[in-house]
């Protein structure tokens, strides 16, 4: 296909997006192309701006405004802040609020243990965890929302012997969320099943 190469270079942009194969791409260049000069200009801005006004959580990893400390639900004094469901993405914070079927915070890791895939415990936010743990008045419930495949096993088993190792143990509960998410995934995951999930935890 002979295209400018203005309309070649944003096609093989927006095909590196999760989920955009080269068609997909191609539709939504033209569409861009097309599109109204406000539209465009707004556009343009938000993709400039993403990175300079968004900053993480200081507590719990979220994304959040860059003139804040601390995510919303953080801030949220009506949660249970004594119940922290631990999750690799922001993603899957985001689809477990969605179901509606939880009412405490989040701990957010940024990925999963997956040494074959260059991730290892110190790329990842649990630190800021085990600090939030000795820190606590009240004993804490965490819930663990890691992926059932071998990371999200890896990442579990290392929470737990950390724990252990750092005398902790008297300090939480672990729950993990029962197994009845058929697409394995939280991310992916309906709300039905997330509900039911997290209303059938079990004690680690």
């Not at 300079?52 to 979220?62: H, L, M, S, V």
């Not at 252990?164 to 300090?171: C, I, N, T």
Request: overall charge negative; proline content about 2%.
């Amino acid at each position: 296909m002979i295209l400018p190469e203005a309309l070649k270079r944003l096609i093989q942009n927006i095909s590196l997006l999760p989920g955009i194969g080269e068609n997909r791409a191609t539709k939504l260049a033209f569409f861009l192309l097309s599109a109204n000069e406000n539209y465009l200009k707004d556009f343009r801005n938000n993709i400039a701006d993403i990175k300079e006004n968004t900053d993480i959580c200081k507590n719990c990893g979220a994304i959040t405004d860059k003139w804040k400390i601390e995510c919303s639900t953080c801030l949220d004094r009506t949660r249970n802040h004594t119940s922290i469901c631990i999750v690799e993405e922001y993603l899957d914070m985001l689809t477990i609020e969605q179901s509606g079927g939880y009412g405490g915070v989040y701990h957010i890791l940024w990925g999963a243990i997956s040494p074959i895939n260059g991730v290892f415990v110190g790329d990842l936010n649990f630190s800021k965890l085990f600090e939030r743990i000795q820190e606590s008045d009240s004993k804490l419930e965490l819930i663990i929302a890691t992926n059932p495949n071998i990371e999200g096993e890896a990442t579990t088993a290392f929470l737990t012997e950390e724990i252990e190792k750092r005398k902790l143990k008297h300090k939480v509960t672990m729950t993990r969320l029962s197994r009845g998410i058929s697409s394995g995934y939280i991310e992916y995951a309906d709300n039905l099943s997330l509900v039911n999930a997290i209303k059938e935890r079990k004690e680690i």
